[in-house]
Nanobody, 122 residues
Framework: QVQLIESGGGSVQAGHSLRLSCTASGGALSNYAVGWFRQAPGKERDFAATIRRDGGATYYADSVKGRFTISRDNAKNTVYLQMNNLKPEDTAVYYC???????????????WGQGTQVTVSS
């Protein structure tokens, strides 16, 4: 079973950047597509970005397109989410998850991390 640990969250002001990391243990991350999802208080878990197993394709939610970049280093068993020009509405707990294909639906992912908090103040 794959275990995922997210890191890199924190509190920043609007316009600043953060880079989240998702590191896997117990299995090779290269076997999976990896998605980033986020959940704000009182809201549903929303798709942010996903990347194919080989890193050859990436997909983004419209709300983050042009500001967030997902990438992966399979040799380090790690996927990254670079978040630039952060906005207060990006405030949420961010989760990474793995699944067979780079899909935007959270139900298509098998294993999940515990999440990391991102707080953006205006």
């Amino acid at each position: 079973q794959v275990q995922l640990i997210e890191s890199g969250g924190g509190s920043v002001q609007a316009g600043h950047s953060l880079r989240l990391s998702c590191t896997a243990s117990g299995g090779a991350l290269s076997n999976y597509a990896v998605g980033w999802f986020r959940q704000a208080p009182g809201k549903e878990r929303d798709f942010a970005a996903t990347i194919r197993r080989d890193g050859g394709a990436t997909y983004y939610a419209d709300s983050v397109k042009g500001r967030f970049t997902i990438s992966r280093d399979n040799a380090k068993n790690t996927v990254y989410l670079q978040m630039n020009n952060l906005k207060p509405e990006d405030t949420a707990v961010y989760y990474c998850a793995v699944g067979p294909l780079p899909m935007s639906s959270w139900s298509q992912y098998t294993y999940w991390g515990q999440g990391t908090q991102v707080t953006v103040s205006s």
